[in-house]
């Protein structure tokens, strides 16, 4: 990833949406092994039921897969779920992690018969390494390139039938040729309360928590609709919980935890109440350029852009504008202010460009 979700003192923020170390060991607990048992995202998995059940029955290699939609939300699962359900091996990698062709052809030629190849954040891999996967998705063949200048010579390789199962987080990024060789696309999308409690409820039997039905609301409905940050929630929760001496986690309980670690009953952090707070309080709503709302939180541009934004904006709290980011009514709501009578998400020229992504802001408003 570009930038990592942190917060300003340094350190991965608890409602980031991106996977650290504690993480992954979490998850390979917690994770699913079948569809079946895997929570939410009911129409794909419908989708992709019917993808694997079909390549069963015609005893051929299952189409390829795309997955897309924002980290955290399961797509390394599912494609753990996917070997799982072939019954044939995974091997995993990664965009970033294949920067030459050579890197790719090393992978694809160690390959056996219908293994799963899984390549997170695909969108990341290099333009040759790129171009190679092309014929190798297609025809199960990569051409290596053997010596340099005239003497340079193509020798094609063979390679067996794969399933190669992508996910990226931008698939806007991906080229048009490299989607069309996916025989399946599946775009996850966020989860709701009820879905995030059920996932809770697994976790939480995994993990030998007693907690009641408010409790696992209360987690939920402060976890973005991300599974990934539901189950750090939980874990922060279990924490204090453990140290206080409490055995049944209560609604109370569990909004103490979380209050504790300055995640607030909507989801948002330090980060995301101290962009709203300058923006409602020191530019009074908006407009304001992104780079002078960024020194007023004492944060880097791109922090404040890719970090804090995507989720207040998600959620109704912020606007983006071509004249600068505005604060929506429910900003002020949330903050426990009184809208203003003249807020700028009034102006009906601001709020018809909020139907547009702005390209770039007018150098006067930063």
């Known amino acids: 990833m570009a930038v990592e979700e942190r917060g300003s003192v340094g350190q991965q923020r608890l409602v980031g949406a991106e996977g650290d170390y504690d993480d992954q060991q979490l998850e390979a607990s917690l994770r699913p092994g079948t569809l079946h048992d895997f929570v939410g995202q009911k129409r794909v998995r419908a989708q992709l039921s019917l993808v694997l059940e079909a390549s069963k029955l015609r005893g051929r290699t299952a189409d390829h897969v795309l997955l897309s939609g924002p980290p955290g939300l399961g797509k390394t699962t599912l494609a753990m779920i996917i070997a799982q359900e072939l019954d044939v091996p995974l091997r995993i990698s990664s965009g970033p992690a294949i920067q030459h062709a050579g890197d790719l052809a090393a992978i694809l030629s160690s390959l056996t018969h219908g293994e799963v190849l899984f390549l997170d954040e695909i969108h990341r891999m290099s333009r040759p390494a790129e171009e190679m996967l092309y014929m190798a998705m297609e025809d199960f063949r990569v051409d290596i390139v053997v010596g340099k200048g005239a003497g340079a010579t193509s020798i094609p390789l063979d390679l067996p039938p794969f399933t190669l199962v992508g996910a990226t987080t931008r698939a806007g990024l991906l080229p048009g040729p490299l989607r069309d060789r996916f025989g399946f696309t599946g775009h996850l999308e966020f989860y709701s309360v009820e879905e995030l409690e059920l996932v809770l409820r697994r976790s939480a039997g995994l ?33 204090w919980a453990l140290v206080h001496g409490v055995v049944r986690i209560d609604a109370r309980a569990a909004g103490s935890a979380l209050d504790m670690y300055e995640v607030d009953a909507r989801g948002l952090d330090r980060l995301d109440r101290n962009v709203l707070s300058a923006l409602v309080n020191k530019f009074n709503g908006g407009p304001v350029g992104l780079s ?43 903050l426990g202010l009184d809208v203003p009578e003249h807020a700028a998400f009034k102006d009906p020229a601001l709020r018809t460009a909020l139907a547009t992504e702005p390209d770039s802001e007018d150098p006067s408003s930063t």
């Open 292 to 334: 002078t709302l960024a020194i007023a939180v004492g944060e880097e541009t791109e922090t404040v852009e890719t970090v804090a934004e995507p989720f207040l904006v998600r959620e109704g709290l912020l606007g983006r504008t071509p004249r600068g980011r505005i604060a929506m009514a429910a900003a002020w709501e949330h």
């Open 207 to 239: 993990l030998d928590l007693t907690m009641t039905s408010e409790a696992f609301t209360e987690v939920a409905s402060r976890s973005r609709g991300t599974p990934r940050i539901a189950n750090r929630l939980l874990r922060r929760v279990r924490d």
